[in-house]
């Protein structure tokens, strides 16, 4: 019995010539869908698979790798996609922003400017912003080639008739170069306006759902909106508890059963280099 | 004058059966025209190849755009066919489930139309959305309840509302009243018939009930088995019928 | 202070540790072998290489062993290994009619050229737990009919299509796609539409399955023929230009005969619905030859109402690897989105609160 021997980043080089056409497609349709042959992976799918087989696609051994999931570097699924790549690429990884060429992440952009030369490679769960309000394929192909986007505005304006504000919180729909609306993956709206116009090129990789698209740098992202209720970010009554930064996104972490709560930046990254640390 | 609608030779057959055959006819802007015809006699058929729904399998469907082009269906991208049905036309199901989004509120249902194509002002669409709502009878504080909740007359109501948001000029209706109580038909029919009237409206009703084509039709058309056996003035077709089948379902119908 | 968040890199690497103690069981037990589990757990084995597409025995075995017995851990483990594989091209069509059959019956005859064959099944055993087989005992040797080959075992449906009563099968020639490597675009067509399902999930197939018996999507199957045996896969390399038998496997292949159907044109026929997989898989192989022809609704004709004739339900989550990590990703966390949602729902509460407080005033 012959275990079968592992290429450069996992995947044969056949599958990424394959992955790759599929991004340059991406990029070429900003915010488009293009369905690619996604491969199975050895993680679950939902756990990466479609982020992990562009990353694999587009990294080189001169690269240096930051993998994060919910902003930090440190959780399991940031953890275990890190170490497969330093198992099946034997890359350098790295837990800085600035440091990195190549960014994978689930859930967050990071808090810092991203630069030319960096990669954001998204993990997406549910490629599709139209999905849970028409699930057939064909028909939201359809809809996509059509503009067919006003439905997407009465999702909208139900919660603004209900709540009276748009109550989508992440994974908050976009329109790219004024064309197509995208799914930006669940990141918080706190997140979107790093989409825009965002110097580094941003991919995304759906490997369930085996849809690859892109933001070419420097696009237009605008978040979807009504002129009387414009769209907004999250904004928190307290600045971090560790290094008091007021403009990053925090997560809340619960201290003890008597309601004790401390809210912290999401990104370690830029948390620790806040507080001068490393 | 060019007519606002136009067929000729329509024709759909689904492989050896025949849904419609070779039928011809045209509607002027403002002109109601009523297709009577027991289940199974076409008319359904025909409405939904008129209105672009279903492809014909011969003959010509022409509309005559806001721009002044008589165009074959046919000849429409299917953006273009897409856009008319949101904008310059309106089908109202006999089941409002089929033409309600069930899963949002009666303003989102209303609004749904302004969205799609561009309205991007929540106020200026809430306002619309009362507007018509009162329009059609439907209360304002029902605005943000679900159409599950609305009675099948409420349901039909919010119908109508939810496509003339748009000032279309033509309208399909697919027995518009079927399926609810007589004291509730009435109501409706008064208000379709004020509303196509005020709005000037050309509509298009598929009925089997030749008292709704009296009340809401200036002309008519009788079906059966697929073909029209017999058009004219309303009133002249209900009062003077030709074809045999026509007396028959006057016969059966009025004098009951 | 930064207590809730660190560590994740140990605590994964300690988790591993105690699955591989956990997987390993008491020591004193003598492990499993993989040798055991080829020939001891074989239909554990086939349902692995079905669902993981991929017809290795002994991975299969190694498969199950680290997933400790969890079938569709160890489909995803082959199907993994799977997709690293190099691709030297695509087999000829298998051959069925040349099968050496172990086991063929028909539902539809009472008999057939070449005869009803039971094999080995567990068709007519009475299921009670066997004290037998609580130590080692050795089974009694088989008997088995002295092979008679050459004995000519015709498929039952062909008889049927001599005469005209079942339509031929239906498709084109055009070379069958592969939705391992190019993404399925919905409508599609039968070829990649017995790809998904053969890959499927044996449980999601056998529901739907039962469901069309149930009036879902009534499709009147009779069992036309199913047959096990061992197949020659054959294989043109490019630098010979003729066809070599490469190797020989095991397959199910599963014939129905359902609901006729006649048009203007063609006076009525049965019609079909297919179904084939690795090793002895009956179960799936009818499973899936009753969604098959509840899929080819349209195709025939009839109106699609029921799930099992729904061909983007039935295919999108037909497969359970995909099926599986979607389900179980929600233990990953999602602090993000859940921050994000409670920051709005505070606001909303709170926006509340001082509606009603104005109110009151």
Known sequence: MNPPAYNFAYLNEQTKRMI????????AIPGYQVPFASREMPMPYGWGTGGVQVTAAVLTPDDTLKVIDQGADDTTNAV?????????????????????????????????????????????PIPEPLRFLEPRETETRKMHALEEYGVMHVKLYEDIAHYGQIATTYAYPAKVADRYVFDPSPIPKFDNPKLDNCPALQLFGAGREKRIYAIPPYTRVKSLDFEDHPFEIQTWDQPCALCGSRDSFLDEIVTDDRGGRLFVCSDTDFCARQRGEA | MTPLLAAEGVTKSYGGRIGCSDVSMSLHAGEVLAIVGESGSGKTTLLRCLSGHLPVTAGKVRYTLRDGRHVSLDDLSEAERRLLMRTDWGFVHQDARDGLRMGVSAGANVGERMMAVGDRHYGRIRASAVDWLTRVEIPEDRIDDSPWSYSGGMRQRLQIARNLVTSPRLVFMDEPTGGLDVSVQARLLDLIRGLVRKLDLAAIVVTHDLAVARLLSTRMMVMQQGRVIETGLTDQVLEDPQAPYTQLLVSSVLQV | MYVAVKGGEQAIDAAHRLLAEERRGDPTVPAVTLAQIAEQLTLAVDRVMNEGSLYDRDLAALAIKQARGDLIEAIFLIRAARTTLARFGYALPLETRDMQVKRRVSAAFKD?????????????????????????????????????PGTAMPRVLDLLGHEGLIE????????????????LNFPTGRDLRLQNLARGDEGFLLALAYSTQRGYGRTHPFAGEIRLGVVEVC???????FPVAIGEITVTECEMINQFKGSADVPPQFTRGYGLGFGQCERKTMSMALVDRSLRAGELGEERVAPAQDEEFVLSHSDNVQATGFVEHLKLPHYVDFQSELVLLRRLRANAAKARLEAAE
């Open chain 1, 20 to 27: 790759r056409r599929a991004i340059l497609k991406a990029i």
């Open chain 1, 80 to 124: 275990s996609i890190r170490k497969f790549f330093i198992k099946t690429a034997a890359v350098k990884t790295t837990e800085r922003t600035e440091e990195a060429s190549i960014i994978q992440t689930r859930h967050r952009i990071p808090e810092a400017r991203l630069t030319e030369n960096q990669i954001l490679v998204f993990q997406v």
């Open chain 3, 112 to 148: 057939i050229p070449g005869g009803q064959i039971l094999g080995p099944t567990f068709d007519y055993t009475h299921r009670l737990l066997d004290a037998a087989l609580v130590d080692d005992s050795e089974p009694e040797a088989a008997w088995t009919a002295p092979a008679s």
């Open chain 3, 168 to 183: 031929k099968p239906s498709g084109d020639d055009c070379e069958p796609g592969d939705l391992t490597q190019d993404p």
């Open chain 3, 235 to 241: 294989f043109v390399p490019e630098e010979l230009g």
